[in-house]
């Protein structure tokens, strides 16, 4: 049994990953902020070998990583629309937060760190699928802090102290701390809501996608692999057969489900993002394949959604939900009196 450290755990991917760790015989220490809520969690609250720590990526000391094994690092302003919503706060978390992690836990002696990255990182492609060797041309903060983190770590790494990174393709799936600003989920909804699939950014932009469950296994995958095989190294997570066109992905969703759905193109500014990648070399290093494709991640959130199991309110649109935070600490902070709000 092995203690992970998991930066992030209350979010989208970190709520996933934490499961199917728990699942797996591991003890989790699941460190975040919290800002969608503590409840969420559900069940795991309660879990013999689940520790919740309240905390911050950019104030944590050393102690926190006494008896880890190993640092799943996801602790992120996610997506670009919420990097670029406060580009310093975005650096200090995204990147110095970050990079904070990996010394802390290299001081400590834990023996692996694995960073979540992401495929936005190649910004502009060039018509060829992006590999780990592609020069990065990150198009927003987001994807800035993502190359800067994954530099600094791997500053750290030696024989002692193992890292790895994962850039992920655009996400999507179920998750119980559930975003409806991912293009699978968000078209879901409005399929479901409104019978019409949205495009935007114009549509003919790429963009690799992977389900949110397989994105928890690479990371159990490279934590359960043997160092010198993961040390040091970049891995795309995602599959070659998942690239799609906006456009394409608008009409795979659209025929999945099991009523009229019209597909619109909604004005927009142009997607300066677009991708296609290649993730040949998780599948021959590690022999990682991902278990479902776009198709599946419609049917569960169409299911989810008409049983009432998920809901779309500002709290699954992440920067709608950042905005929120901000200016409701604006406020407080303009009625307080003396340190205090009604007390």
């Known amino acids: 049994m092995s203690t992970i450290l998991i930066t992030g755990a209350g979010g989208y991917i970190g709520t996933t990953l934490t499961d199917l760790l728990l699942e797996n015989g591991h003890k989790v220490i699941g460190l975040d902020r919290y800002f969608f809520g503590q409840a969420l969690l559900g069940e795991t609250l ?3 070998n689940f520790t919740l720590v309240k905390g911050d990526v950019r104030s944590c000391e050393k102690e926190l990583f006494k008896g880890v094994d190993a640092v799943c690092d996801l602790a992120a302003l996610s997506n670009d629309p919420s990097g670029d919503l406060d580009g310093q706060l975005t650096t200090s978390i995204n990147f110095e937060g970050r990079s904070r992690i990996a010394q802390k836990a290299k001081e400590a002696g834990v023996r692996r760190y694995v960073l979540a990255s992401s495929c936005s990182v190649y910004g502009a492609g060039t018509g060829i699928a992006s590999t780990e060797e592609t020069s990065p041309k990150p ?4 994807a800035e802090c993502n190359i800067k983190a994954e530099n600094a770590a791997f500053a750290l790494s030696d024989d002692d102290f193992c890292v790895s990174a994962l850039r992920l393709a655009t996400v999507y ?6 975003r409806f600003d991912l293009a699978v989920n968000i078209m879901t909804y409005h399929a479901f809501a409104n019978n019409e699939v949205q495009i935007t950014g114009g549509g003919e932009q790429w963009r690799p996608f992977v389900h949110v469950r397989d994105v928890a296994r690479a990371f159990m995958t490279v934590l359960e692999t043997d160092t010198g095989t993961v040390n040091g190294e970049i891995f795309n997570v995602g599959g070659n057969e998942h690239n799609y066109q906006i456009s394409t992905l608008a009409y795979i969703i659209r025929e999945v489900l099991p009523f009229p759905v019209a597909v619109n193109h909604v004005l927009s500014d142009p997607d300066r993002r677009d991708y296609n990648v290649q993730f040949s070399k998780i599948n021959k290093v590690l022999g990682f394949e991902p278990q479902y494709a776009p198709v599946d991640g419609a049917q569960e959130i169409y299911e989810a959604l008409k049983m009432n199991k998920v809901r779309f309110d500002d ?7 950042y905005k929120y935070l901000i200016e409701a600490d604006r406020v407080i902070s303009e009625v307080k009196l003396d340190g205090r709000l009604l007390k």
Do not use: A, C, I
């Open 315 to 321: 709290k699954s649109v992440t920067v709608k939900w």
């Open 173 to 178: 799936g179920l998750s119980k701390r559930m």
């Open 139 to 142: 198009l927003t903060t987001y």
């Open 46 to 48: 309660d879990h013999p």
